[in-house]
């Protein structure tokens, strides 16, 4: 079983930055992806980013150009780089991994939050 542990939420203002880090434990498999979903109060957990093992990364048309997700594989850590953020962005962030055996683990979510 894996387990991740989210780190580097905060509170910023509007066109600030940050870098949200996962870390992922236990019985990690190789051609996996990580990523990061987030969730608005009252509304549904949405996409932000994924990032496969060898590298290919899919984004939300909504985060394109201002965030950047990246991963290290020697060290099983997925980041998000977040710029430019807006007051829209606010959410709990939500790190996931997938396997052929493990296809839908979650993290237990950061706080983002963005002043305007």
């Known amino acids: 079983q894996v387990q991740l542990v989210e780190s580097g939420g905060g509170l910023v203002q509007a066109g600030g930055s940050l870098r949200l880090s996962c870390a992922a434990a236990?019985?990690?498999?190789?051609?996996?992806?990580m990523g990061w979903y987030r969730q608005a109060p009252g509304k549904q957990r949405d996409l932000v980013a994924t990032i496969a093992y060898g590298g290919a990364t899919n984004y939300a048309d909504s985060v394109k150009g201002r965030f950047t997700i990246s991963r290290d594989n020697a060290e099983n850590t997925v980041y998000l780089q977040m710029n430019s953020l807006k007051p829209e962005d606010t959410a709990v962030y939500y790190c996931?991994?997938?396997?052929?055996?493990?296809?839908?683990?979650w993290g237990r979510g950061t706080q983002v939050t963005v002043s305007s």
């Open positions: 996931t991994y997938q396997d052929r055996y493990q296809p839908n683990v």
């Open positions: 236990g019985s990690i498999f190789s051609k996996n992806t």
